[in-house]
Structure formats: structure tokens, C-alpha cells
């Protein structure tokens, strides 16, 4: 769902930011299945994150896949990406659906991390914190995250 073109960010950097968005938003935050590699480094793991206590409503999380550069099969580049550039899928979410507004608060808070962050979500286009900045100005739209942000924000 992110992708990052340029620095290399570590999962154990990344794992930590998300974190600290989650208290700043006040989102409830868990991550297991950590993979490490020989080293004892951070290669992948799951995150959960939700706004209300994980016990009380499990259908009201959503849970992502992070993963540390290099990782097979999480290099990725679009050929309608005028900029021809490859990006490294650090983040990879499971459904999101009834959930929009849940993910648009974690998603809002990372770009402020990592402003040179693109999100992804499975279409022809992406995610900029300058994207997700006039989304939030504006009423908000559940669909945010099917539609073309050049469409939202001309509306």
C-alpha cells in the first residue's frame, strides 16, 4: 500500500514511527510474527492497528504486513508512472473495507513522518501528503480511497 522511492527506511524505524502515529491519532497499536534475519534484524512483520480496544471489535482494525528492504517480490513499478521510477511496497494491507476512515487517519499521520511517501491502494494513481492535506480540508468522503485524488480535490 506505501511505497518509498529513494532512502531506505528500516522496518524497525518504520515498525517504531507507526507506532508513535498510532498514540499521536490515539489509535490502539499491536504487531507479532516478527521475522528477523541472521543478524537479528527486523525483516517483516504484521501490524494491527484500530481505534478502539482490539477486544471490543475485531471487524473495527485493520492489519498490515511491513517489510524491510531488500524483500522478494515487494519491488513494484507502474507503467502508467510517468517517472518510470521502481518503489519498495514496505507496507502491504489486508482489507480495508467499512474501514476508510480508520485507514485515512493512519495514512495522514505517516507522509507527516516521511513526506516523500506515496500511497498506493491498488489503482492508477497515488497518495500525497499534499493529496491527503486537501482531502482532510473537505467533508469527509468514505470513497476517499477509490478515487483519483486529482478528481477529489477539484470537486
Not at 517480490?73 to 474501514?99: H, R
Request: proline letters at 4%; hydrophobic letters at 30%.
Amino acid at each position: 500500500m506505501s511505497l518509498w522511492h529513494g532512502e531506505s527506511i528500516s522496518a524497525s524505524e518504520l515498525l517504531i514511527n507507526i507506532r508513535e502515529v498510532c498514540t499521536t491519532y490515539g489509535l490502539y497499536f499491536s504487531n507479532d510474527y516478527n521475522e528477523y534475519d541472521e543478524t537479528g534484524k527486523l525483516k517483516s512483520c504484521s501490524i494491527y492497528f484500530s481505534d478502539m480496544p482490539f477486544e471490543d471489535n475485531y471487524s473495527r482494525q485493520i492489519s498490515w504486513n511491513l517489510y524491510d528492504e531488500p524483500y522478494n517480490y515487494q519491488t513494484i513499478d507502474f507503467n502508467w508512472d510517468e517517472s518510470e521510477n521502481q518503489y519498495f511496497k514496505a507496507m502491504v494491507s489486508e482489507d480495508f473495507y467499512e474501514n476508510e476512515d480508520l485507514l485515512f487517519k493512519i495514512l495522514y499521520g505517516l507522509p507527516k513522518v516521511y513526506p516523500s511517501a506515496k500511497i498506493w491502494i491498488e489503482d492508477n494513481w497515488f497518495y500525497t501528503i499534499e493529496d491527503l492535506e486537501k482531502i482532510k480540508s473537505r467533508p469527509f468522503d468514505d470513497e476517499w480511497c477509490y478515487k483519483n485524488p486529482r478528481d477529489i480535490t477539484q470537486d
